[in-house]
């Protein structure tokens, strides 16, 4: 996504924040903290030393974009180049001081984000939603500002709405947004929370998730009350077995029997697992 992209009313606000504007001001470290409300909340260890390295050897060639608050300095953009600077020991960094609103400030994280950083597809989500909850902004705002239709907005913010455990997954790039949206389909959520995890271990294509989520719908539908407690512990078992031997575990249920299925990799696997379940008796 290019400057052009960006909304006219914030484009003032990053021309002081390109390498070809003058440094006008250099700051402590230790005066400059970062801003909890930013919407990325993972850093890459490896991404950050990398960025120090070409520091140690280029200098930093942007300088941080920051505003006053509290008696000190809040970091609008580039904590990833302070957080390189401390690594290095820096004591002094360059910085472009400018007044900015919560609002501004929080528009201007989100851009920077999403042109330079990557956010993973849950800190995107909650960036947009803070902005519309927290900020009172439409999502067609938001998606202007960010150069995005009004839908793609829409579908960002609807993964929110996912357990914690399965946003977790997508955080930590174990399941994609696309994988996120496909379960956003199911009503069930220990059925959700099961095809993640097959997501999870490359089973299941986006594609086989949306069709799982419609088949399970369309049995919801169908299966009688009475019945949906005993589906639910077979579920729930599944899940149970599955962090405890940490592979894939399939319960198969019929009307008066059952078979559980473990999954293993060779022979020494196998001879690993009976061991465990021997121990476990």
């Given at each position: 996504?290019?400057?052009?992209?960006?909304?006219?009313?914030l484009?003032?606000l990053?021309?002081d924040?390109?390498?070809?504007?003058?440094?006008?001001?250099?700051?402590?470290?230790?005066?400059?903290?970062?801003?909890?409300?930013?919407?990325?909340?993972?850093?890459?260890?490896?991404?950050?030393?990398?960025?120090?390295?070409?520091i140690?050897?280029?200098?930093?060639?942007?300088?941080?974009?920051?505003?006053?608050?509290?008696?000190?300095?809040?970091?609008?953009?580039?904590?990833?180049?302070?957080?390189?600077?401390?690594?290095?020991g820096?004591?002094?960094?360059?910085?472009?001081?400018?007044?900015?609103?919560?609002?501004?400030?929080?528009?201007?994280?989100?851009?920077?984000?999403?042109?330079?950083?990557?956010?993973?597809?849950?800190?995107?989500?909650?960036?947009?939603?803070?902005?519309?909850?927290?900020?009172g902004?439409?999502?067609?705002?938001?998606?202007k500002?960010?150069?995005?239709?009004?839908?793609?907005?829409?579908?960002?913010?609807?993964?929110?709405?996912?357990?914690?455990?399965?946003?977790?997954?997508?955080?930590?790039?174990?399941?994609?947004?696309?994988?996120?949206?496909?379960?956003l389909?199911?009503?069930?959520?220990?059925?959700?929370?099961?095809?993640?995890?097959?997501?999870?271990?490359?089973?299941?294509?986006?594609?086989?998730?949306?069709?799982?989520?419609?088949?399970?719908?369309?049995?919801?539908?169908?299966?009688?009350?009475?019945?949906?407690?005993?589906?639910?512990?077979?579920?729930?078992?599944?899940l149970?077995?599955?962090?405890?031997?940490?592979?894939?575990?399939?319960?198969?249920?019929?009307?008066?029997?059952?078979?559980?299925?473990?999954?293993?990799?060779?022979?020494?696997?196998?001879?690993?697992?009976?061991?465990?379940?021997?121990k476990?008796?």
């Open positions: 996504m290019g400057k052009s992209s960006l909304g006219s009313g484009d003032f990053f021309s924040n390109t390498s070809e504007v003058q440094v006008k001001k250099t700051l402590r470290t230790s005066e400059i903290e970062p801003n909890r409300d930013q919407p990325r909340k993972v850093f890459s260890d490896e991404a950050i030393q990398a960025l120090a390295d070409s140690r050897e280029h200098g930093m060639l942007q300088p941080i974009l920051v505003r006053p608050i509290g008696g000190g300095y809040q970091i609008v953009a580039g904590e990833r180049r302070w957080r390189a600077a401390r690594m290095l820096l004591d002094e960094v360059p910085v472009n001081i400018r007044e900015l609103s919560d609002l501004e400030t929080m528009q201007i994280a989100i851009i920077e984000n999403l042109q330079r950083e990557n956010l993973n597809p849950v800190e995107e989500a909650a960036g947009y939603n803070d902005l519309i909850e927290k900020y902004m439409t999502q067609e705002k938001v998606a500002m960010v150069g995005r239709s009004r839908s793609a907005v829409a579908n960002a913010v609807r993964i929110l709405a996912l357990p914690e455990r399965v946003l977790k997954m997508v955080e930590n790039g174990d399941i994609s947004a696309g994988h996120a949206r496909a379960l389909g199911f009503e069930n959520e220990e059925m959700l929370i099961a095809t993640a995890l097959k997501a999870a271990d490359g089973g299941l294509t986006v594609r086989q998730v949306e069709k799982a989520a419609q088949r399970s719908t369309e049995e919801e539908k169908e299966t009688p009350p009475s019945n949906k407690k005993i589906d639910n512990y077979f579920v729930e078992m599944e149970s077995l599955h962090e405890k031997l940490g592979r894939k575990v399939k319960v198969d249920y019929g009307k008066n029997k059952g078979a559980l299925i473990l999954e293993f990799y060779d022979k020494e696997d196998l001879a690993a697992l009976a061991e465990k379940l021997a476990d008796e």
